[in-house]
């Protein structure tokens, strides 16, 4: 079955304590983008990647990193968190084949992860 | 960073009522796109626009990209329950650079009642 995957779903921490959201999907997309869910805000993406090894920041990057050493992974990397970056995150896919821009071919969203740091 | 203004914020309607929502920017975007979100779940993109004046239909879904590029609107006939959910415009900008990034605006919840 073609989807994206995030994993952990639910995630309780701490203040300051690393963490790593991982994504992964099967489509053989080159396109990965991650986004935050905040009540009254929408989605605000975080940073995406356009392809393996290139990523770019999105409108809300601060407090976040990102790798794309695969094509299949993008994992979300929060080094120090803190309670502000309490959110629903999403990750999502698109293939880059067919018109430009790239990133308005559908975009597959994973089933989110819902983060809490205290 | 840019954000897109969606309204309403929120609707509570009737089954079988029309249902009308849109997004308005202060700059111009190259494509609209609008989503749904099912509780729980991700967002599931319903329609896509690519040119200025475009009107794409989708079963009772009808959207629009606006003539001056600045906004956008969907509307949903006869509504029914599994409408409910919360709909999203995206797009993004015309500037040039950054052909993967994408805005989104706030999100309308919609509630039918039956």
């Known amino acids: 079955e073609a989807q994206v995957t995030q994993n952990p779903r639910y995630l309780i921490t701490v203040t300051g304590k690393k963490l790593t959201v991982t994504c992964s999907q099967n489509?053989?997309?080159?396109?990965m983008s991650w986004y935050r869910q905040d009540p009254g805000l929408g989605l605000r993406q975080i940073y995406y990647s356009m392809n393996v090894e290139v990523t770019d920041k999105g409108d809300v990057p601060e407090g976040y990193k990102v790798s794309r050493k695969e094509k299949r992974n993008f994992p979300l990397i929060l080094e120090s968190p803190s309670p502000n970056q309490t959110s629903l995150y999403f990750c999502a896919s698109s293939p880059t084949s067919g018109r430009a821009p790239w990133a308005y071919n559908e975009q597959f969203f994973g089933p989110g992860t819902r983060l809490t740091v205290l | 960073g840019q954000q897109l203004n969606q309204s309403p914020q929120s609707m509570f309607i009737q089954e079988g009522e029309d249902v009308s929502m849109n997004c308005t920017s202060s700059s111009i975007f190259n494509t609209w796109l609008w989503y749904k979100q099912d509780p729980g779940e991700g967002p599931v993109l319903l329609i896509a626009l690519y040119k200025a004046g475009e009107l794409t239909s989708n079963g009772r879904l009808t959207a629009q990209f606006g003539i001056t590029r600045k906004d956008s609107f969907l509307n949903i006939s006869a509504s029914i329950p599994s409408d409910v959910g919360i709909y999203f415009c995206?797009?993004?900008?015309?500037?040039?650079?950054?052909?993967?990034?994408?805005?989104f605006g706030q999100g309308t919840i919609l509630t039918v009642h039956p």
């Open positions: 489509m053989n997309h080159e396109y």
């Open positions: 995206a797009g993004q900008l015309s500037d040039g650079t950054s052909y993967g990034k994408l805005t």
